[in-house]
DNA sequence: GCAAAAGTGTTAAACATACACCCATGA
DNA sequence: TCATGGGTGTATGTTTAACACTTTTGC
């Protein structure tokens, strides 16, 4: 044990699940590759591990890099170690997934060269194992809104109930009633906190707005069911 | 990109937390270090990752290595990358979770001084970082029994409703209604499949024997609640 | 017979769904 | 005034928790 022989020449990465929701669709952040192997093709954001920063802080990193922004939901989606995922070396790359409001386009990244909102249904023959990752990515964001309140770090700041409801009728692809899904996310304390303001930007009566509650689960979970 | 200095000595390792319940408790498969760093401290099994196989392909040549078994539900756990959570040089390591029925005590590992099952609750002062991951394992475990059938995986391969009962009941810390618990599981498809068999042998009225059936989620899930 | 555990039936309360209905605004 | 979406009330059906009760064994 602990023989040079051990340590075969490793090199650890990050890549970044983005998600957001735009339009009518479920965004993930893509860049164009510019560099081969793959020169041209869509990939997940994502570097290298550097020697002195926790894998955790590498994509911390790179999520600031990329998106230009900090303090969004980040979580440990898998590690993926197949020999030869990448055609030059033996590379193991831990992803994260980030759940992001609607964010102005973002900027290109350091070494990419370009960054994209891209639908997640039009994502495919990404480089490497990454149409792997990121369907792997959007089933845990689908399954997560299920039991916590990570539906709300898909909004900005403030927000209305119908725009929280968006979130998850686009996310799961279902309809959802109004009305129940008012009593319902209202009802689960402490996850929204009532601003006071109201606004009419979405037409109609005007909505109150809301902001994250402290809750992370949901009690009782909301439930995946079909529409009209 | 993708200059040597990209490339830091990076070593990867898999740790496996593999459970049973054994006796009255949940119960982990540690192994006492024979080498420096942490000789003569418990810690999880664990090694390196070989050049040319996948990170998944170690982790189950690893657990059969130590417990002498294969087939075991294994999942991947999550991945640990602080800087300094080996002394010696930069490890990644990723965390597999595997549960298994009451093994006869496992065969001393290969590069181990002794192997044995300890209940998660004396499990503490354990080497590196493997508080944390024997922490994170056991609370998936508990999470997965809510909404998976993976509590069967903590069964021999022909059980009784009770048994099963028991097991949920040990790593939950709860009390269960026998009656309730009986119709829910029964009432499962494809969860249990009766043998025709049964058996008397936890005393009173023969329980008729199941083997695990083909379900691997579990719909409705099943809930902890307090008991008496 | 008695204790112990398996398994079934029943009931009341909690919850979810569907939808009727009213409210507040912009055009 | 009408269209649009916000929000509340309520009837109906489903699921669940609690527990009374019957069954089948060992001693």
């Given amino acids: 044990m602990y023989t040079p022989s051990d340590f075969p020449p490793f090199a650890v990465t990050v890549d970044l699940v983005v998600l957001t929701v735009r339009g009518d669709a479920l965004c993930a952040l893509l860049v164009r590759r510019g560099e081969a192997p793959y020169r041209?093709?869509?990939?997940?954001?994502?570097?290298?591990?550097?020697?002195?920063?926790?894998?955790?802080?590498?994509?911390?990193?790179?999520?600031?890099?990329?998106?230009?922004?900090?303090?969004?939901?980040?979580?440990?989606?898998?590690?993926?170690?197949?020999?030869?995922?990448d055609p030059r070396m033996r590379v193991v790359s831990v992803a994260y997934l980030a759940l992001a409001p609607d964010?102005?386009?973002?900027?290109?990244?350091?070494d990419?060269?370009?960054?994209?909102?891209?639908?997640?249904?039009?994502?495919?023959?990404?480089?490497?194992?990454?149409?792997?990752?990121?369907?792997?990515?959007?089933?845990?964001?689908?399954?997560?809104?299920?039991?916590?309140?990570?539906?709300?770090?898909?909004?900005?700041?403030?927000?209305?109930?119908?725009?929280?409801?968006?979130?998850?009728?686009?996310?799961?692809?279902?309809?959802?009633?109004p009305r129940n899904f008012h009593r319902k996310v209202t009802g689960v304390e402490g996850l929204l906190v009532a601003t006071g303001e109201s606004t009419s930007r979405d037409g109609g009566r005007p909505a109150a707005l809301f902001r994250r509650g402290v809750a992370e689960v949901l009690h009782p979970p909301l439930v995946r069911a079909p529409g009209p």
């Fill in 40 to 85: 041209g093709r869509w990939a997940l954001p994502g570097g290298f591990v550097q020697v002195a920063e926790s894998v955790e802080a590498a994509a911390v990193r790179e999520l600031s890099e990329e998106t230009g922004v900090s303090g969004l939901h980040l979580e440990q989606l898998g590690t993926y170690g197949e020999p030869r995922r």
């Fill in 103 to 110: 964010l102005p386009v973002p900027v290109a990244g350091t």
């Fill in 112 to 177: 990419a060269a370009a960054a994209s909102w891209v639908p997640v249904g039009e994502a495919s023959g990404l480089a490497f194992d990454h149409d792997r990752i990121l369907g792997d990515g959007v089933e845990r964001a689908r399954a997560k809104l299920e039991y916590t309140a990570l539906g709300t770090a898909f909004c900005s700041a403030e927000f209305t109930v119908a725009e929280l409801r968006r979130v998850y009728e686009i996310v799961w692809g279902v309809s959802l009633d």
